[in-house]
């Protein structure tokens, strides 16, 4: 079975400041990762995935992770928030070699810019 | 491109009645997820179709909610009767055939109030 852990469900930053949202996850099977990003009245969008590739993920809009096997962790960050960057953001995981194509979500984490 | 569409985008019925939420995948896409997210929970998995078939539908709750995909394009989730639990955001989302390590692209959601 997996899980994701989001360890904190508010963050605030300051505008220019750098964003920090952490994730852990446990996995049975190698796991692919992904960040997601839900704006207010708005889908679900991919941020970034880990695929057992390099584990230095560079995504969308700034946001890097860096996939740590021996921590079990996927933090997010971003060197500098801007305005636009406040939405919720969820930590994913989806066994690789299961065949099972369910992901995990993680409980969300709501980042907050303050100018 | 159009992307993942979902309707209605909320709705609002009392517990007993029955609702029809629908989905339209991103056209050639043969996989399509149903997710759900009800108040202050994780995001979560209910089903999976590829094409017509139900592939994998571990996270269906009840018998209550009935999915299906005629044809292999769009979906239906029905819930009858609704129950006050049932109340939470229905994400939709689709990806082309399976193999890889494929990008979920998700719809705005179908908020359901169930009073």
């Known amino acids: 079975a997996q899980s994701v852990t989001q360890l904190d469900s508010h963050v605030s930053v300051s505008e220019g400041t750098p964003v920090l949202l952490r994730c852990n996850y446990s996995?049975?099977?190698?796991?692919?990762l992904f960040w997601y990003v839900q704006h207010p009245n708005k889908g679900l969008q991919l941020l970034l995935k880990?695929?057992?590739?390099?584990?230095l993920v560079k995504g969308i809009n700034g946001f890097e992770a860096e996939f740590k096997k021996s921590e079990t962790s996927f933090h997010l960050t971003k060197p500098s928030a801007h305005m636009s960057d406040a939405a919720e953001y969820f930590c994913?995981?989806?066994?690789?070699?299961?065949?099972?194509?369910?992901?995990?979500f993680g409980s969300g984490t709501r980042l907050q810019v303050q100018p | 491109e159009a992307g993942v569409t979902q309707f209605p985008s909320h709705s609002v019925i009392e517990k007993g009645q029955t609702v029809t939420l629908r989905c339209d995948p991103i056209s050639g896409h043969d996989n399509l997820y149903w997710y759900r997210r009800v108040m202050g929970k994780e995001i979560k998995f209910l089903l999976h179709?590829?094409?017509?078939?139900?592939?994998?539908e571990s996270g269906m709750p009840n018998n209550r909610f009935l999915a299906e995909r005629t044809g292999g394009t769009y979906s239906t989730l029905k819930v009858q009767p609704a129950e006050l639990e049932d109340s939470g955001v229905y994400f939709c989302a689709s990806s082309q055939r399976q193999g890889g390590t494929g990008e979920l692209f998700f719809g705005e959601g179908s908020r359901l109030t169930v009073l």
């Open positions: 994913v995981v989806r066994p690789h070699d299961t065949g099972r194509r369910a992901l995990t």
């Open positions: 179709f590829v094409k017509e078939s139900k592939q994998d």
């Open positions: 880990y695929t057992s590739a390099a584990t």
């Open positions: 996995s049975s099977y190698s796991p692919s």
